[in-house]
């Protein structure tokens, strides 16, 4: 312990913890914030200037020190040829969930098929069911892939119905796109309305060629 200073920063609760990590860092998969959330919480950092910040700034610091140790700074970046092309899955279950004051959360369940053409320009458009995204940026996952799990994400934008009995007409989504291996390419289907990351689909994609 600090001898100048008594302060020793934790983190106690598990669900705040893991609500600033997700604010520092809302593309990491759930497994992998739990890892993060592992190594803050095992992190004994003695900081005797802050003695009077108050604990949640504290957590804060702490926790935007884990996350940056992990976090490139790279602007400048080419995307692989591995991703650019046609990519389809096969019709697979996607959940979209709507809130409602004094109800709470409903969930509604369907399948659809997924299309996506990437380009080389850092572009995608496609198909998410019957709802389509036009020229949507590809932006490259600021945290570590290998922790995060993520490689790169489409930033679809508001679509429209994705199936006959979806309830929202317009929604926010995202694509997160993981490490293509064996040729095969695994993606998230995220609602991204707000500071929402609810994971609607979990999606396994396949090259098709024109």
């Known amino acids: 312990m600090c001898k100048c200073a008594n302060v020793q920063i934790l983190i106690d609760n598990y669900r705040d913890s893991l609500f600033l990590i997700y604010a520092f860092a809302p593309h990491l998969t759930p497994r992998h914030a739990f890892y ?3 190594i803050c919480t095992s992190t004994h ?3 005797c200037t802050f003695h009077y910040i108050s604990s949640m700034k504290k957590s804060i610091i702490l926790l935007g020190i884990c996350i940056a140790t992990f976090t490139g700074c790279k602007t400048n970046w080419e995307l692989p040829n591995e991703y650019v092309g046609n990519w389809t899955s096969a019709k697979q279950a996607i959940i979209v969930r709507t809130y409602a004051f004094g109800d709470g959360f409903t969930f509604t369940r369907d399948s659809a098929v997924v299309k996506i053409t990437i380009d080389k320009n850092k572009t995608a458009s496609g198909s998410i069911g019957d709802a389509s995204f036009n020229h949507a940026n590809i932006k490259r996952n ?3 892939t290998d922790l995060a799990g993520i490689a ?8 429209g119905k994705i199936y006959t009995g979806d309830p929202l007409a317009k929604k926010e989504v995202q694509l ?3 490490p293509i291996q064996n ?28």
């Open 176 to 178: 997160w796109l993981l």
């Open 183 to 210: 040729g095969s390419l695994e993606a998230e289907l995220r609602y991204t309305e707000g500071w929402a990351v609810f994971p609607m689909a979990g999606l396994k994609l396949v090259r098709k060629n024109l």
């Open 152 to 159: 790169y994400i489409i930033e679809c934008g508001d679509i």
């Open 142 to 144: 600021k945290v570590n």
């Open 45 to 47: 950092l003695h900081i």
């Open 36 to 38: 993060h959330l592992r």
